[in-house]
Structure formats: structure tokens, C-alpha cells
């Protein structure tokens, strides 16, 4: 299927590694022009180099709101319109209650809650001038239901699921599609390091986490890369404040 994102912008954030580079790597074989972010230059250019030379990057810390102002500056100076926005921040830090300071609450709001609050808040102006203009927010299964020892992701993911859910009903009339993707167990870095911080326990093992999965694997970042570029695309006009899960069946609710 032609997702007609030929020669359409596209800013993915956090996007040197893990589920946001399996993104930018489906829209750029979909023919669209991508600029990725991060925070560390040697991983967004070893990246950039996979990706091809439909591929660009901007060094920035999207949890920081001097960063965020400049990567859409830059965005803006290169070319005023955009075309799709994909919102990822990466994961908040692994914890219980009892062992998270109210520092590590405050970093993760502007990781998690702030970031996508600014990202979108810069970026409208632009997707106001696209024909086709999206914003697609990474959250996580944790939206749905709450995941053992990850109290950060639980508890301030949902806040971005209001955020997606108000703005559908606000910016929907402008023709800005908002919609947000749920991963599962995507097999990353990041779920690789959460897996061996809760080493010893048994529900975190990878074996038991695949034996929850009705597909019995963890998902690629390819795999989930396609389902965004779809959700991005012009031939997905008619989702909008929709929440999709990508998790190969582990979500057991009916809602």
C-alpha cells in the first residue's frame, strides 16, 4: 500500500535507538524526508547514516524547553510546514513508591508529561501550514493497565492520553489529526535494562514476560515502526483521537 508520505516532513523525536528509530526508519522506506532528535550526537549520526539521505538530525533534549523551542526553530528555517509530528520520549526511570524521590517525579513530569505539552505547542503553527497534518504520541501499555515496578510510567502516561484526547476535540475542527500508540513489549534497550534492574524477579524475567504474550515474543521496533508510519499517513485520515495498542494480545481488558 502507497502511504502517500513521499516527500512529506516528518519530526520524530527521540529517535537514535529503540522504537523511535524503528519509526523514522519506516517513514524514510515510505519516502518521507525525517528529522530525528536526541540528546547525544555520535548515536543520532550513526542513525542518520542507516537511514540515508533522506534523513537529518538536531541534537535536543526534549524534556528541556530551550531545546524543544530550538528543534522547532530549526525545523521552521528549513522549511515553515510539517507534516507529521511523532511525540517520544523515551520511558521514565524503574521504581516502587517507597524508592522514588520527589526528584526523580519532577524529571520524569518534563520527560514524560512536559515534553509532549511543548513539542506540540511549537509544532502546531507548523502542521497548521500541511495539507495532512498528524501528531502521533508514544506512550505505553501502561496507559491501559499499571506494569510492575514502573510506578513513573503508570502514573504520569496517562496524563498524556488527556492531553491527545482534549486536543482531538480542539484542533480536530483545524484538520490536525491527534492519535496516540500503546507499546507492549517492544524489545529494546530500554526493555532489556528494565528486565535487568529486576533481575531475581520473576515476573520481569523474559521468559515470563513472553509467556504473557498470547504471541508468545516481544514485539521489533520494525514492527511497531510500521504501525506509526500508517497512523501518520495521509491514508490514516480518518483515525483521530483514537488509542491504538501495539502488544501482540498481553492487554486482556475489554476496554
Not at 75 to 81: K, L, T, V
Not at 169 to 197: F, L
Not at 245 to 251: M, N, Q, R, T
Request: overall charge positive; charged content about 25%; hydrophobic content about 40%.
Amino acid at each position: 500500500m502507497d502511504l502517500r508520505l513521499k516527500n512529506r516532513r516528518i519530526l520524530v523525536t527521540a529517535a537514535s535507538r529503540g522504537l523511535g528509530l524503528g519509526v523514522a526508519k519506516a517513514l524514510v522506506q515510505e519516502g518521507a524526508d525525517v528529522t530525528i532528535c536526541g540528546r547525544t550526537e555520535d548515536p543520532l549520526k550513526k542513525a542518520v547514516s542507516t537511514l540515508g539521505e533522506r534523513s537529518q538530525y538536531v541534537v535536543a533534549d526534549v524534556s528541556a524547553e530551550n531545546d524543544v523551542k530550538m528543534l522547532i526553530g530549526r525545523m521552521e528555517s528549513i522549511n515553515p510546514r510539517l507534516d507529521g509530528l511523532f511525540v517520544n520520549a523515551g520511558g521514565p526511570p524503574p521504581g516502587t513508591f517507597s524508592a522514588l524521590p520527589d526528584r526523580d517525579w519532577y524529571s520524569s513530569f518534563d520527560l514524560t508529561v512536559m515534553s509532549a505539552v511543548r513539542l506540540t505547542r511549537h509544532a502546531l503553527p507548523l502542521l497548521r501550514k500541511s495539507d495532512s497534518p498528524s501528531v502521533l504520541y508514544s506512550t505505553s501499555i501502561s496507559v491501559k493497565q499499571p506494569l510492575e515496578n514502573l510506578l513513573l510510567s503508570n502514573a504520569l502516561r496517562p496524563a498524556v492520553i488527556g492531553m491527545m484526547r482534549t486536543l482531538a476535540d480542539e484542533i480536530g475542527p483545524d484538520g490536525i489529526r491527534v492519535n496516540a500508540v500503546c507499546p507492549g513489549y517492544i524489545h529494546t534497550k530500554r526493555v532489556e535494562e528494565i528486565m535487568a534492574k529486576s533481575r531475581g524477579k520473576g515476573a520481569q524475567s523474559e521468559e515470563s514476560i513472553k509467556s504473557r504474550i498470547p504471541l508468545r515474543r516481544m514485539g521489533q521496533p520494525d514492527e511497531f515502526g510500521a504501525v506509526c508510519a500508517f497512523l501518520l499517513s495521509p491514508i490514516a485520515s480518518y483515525i483521530h483521537g483514537a488509542l491504538l495498542l501495539v502488544d501482540g494480545g498481553f492487554y486482556r481488558g475489554m476496554m
